[in-house]
């Protein structure tokens, strides 16, 4: 290979290298805007968190019984509500927690969206008293960690 051709080379490896680059440095600064976009509401107000029961008792169940754990939830703010993580049960008492759906993880103001567990029952050596805390994670400032425990006491 000649001098010139060498020379030639050498300028479109850097030429190669520049476009390469800016099409890294435009994906990056792409991935940063998405990421900022996505966690974070640029209407300037402040979502708050609401539910239309702070507490569910179920009382005393016989084994057996069907049960699905609904809880509807609306953004009662001027800003737009975001669950951080898809709700979740925690056991204080009891056992076999249900797993938990939610319709939108995002809620404009004014908007609702029901959180649902899937059926469940409990059989000859799952009863007794039961204590779910359903954990709801948002954006709300003043209740980032909402619990709504629900109450259950299962008897053959």
């Known amino acids: 290979m000649n001098r010139a051709a060498r020379k030639l080379k050498r300028e479109q490896n850097r030429k190669l290298s520049r476009i390469m680059l800016s099409v890294g440095a435009l994906l990056l600064l792409a991935a940063a805007a998405f990421i900022f976009f996505q966690n974070n509401d640029l209407s300037g107000g402040t979502p708050r968190l609401a539910v239309d029961q702070e507490k569910i008792d179920w009382g005393t ?4 019984t069907k049960k699905v754990i609904t809880i509807t939830v609306t953004n009662t703010g001027d ?13 204080v008492e009891g056992c076999c927690p249900p797993e938990m759906s939610i319709t939108s993880m995002v ?3 004014g908007e609702s969206a029901t959180v649902t567990s899937v059926e469940f029952f409990m059989h ?23 619990v709504v425990n629900v109450l259950s006491n299962w008897v053959e």
């Open 124 to 146: 000859p050596g799952m009863d007794g008293k039961h204590n779910y805390a359903v954990h709801l994670i948002t954006n709300d400032p003043t209740q980032p960690d909402k």
């Open 79 to 91: 800003g737009t509500l975001r669950f951080r993580e898809r709700p979740y049960v925690q056991v």
């Open 107 to 109: 809620l404009k103001p």
């Open 61 to 64: 169940l016989k084994d057996g």
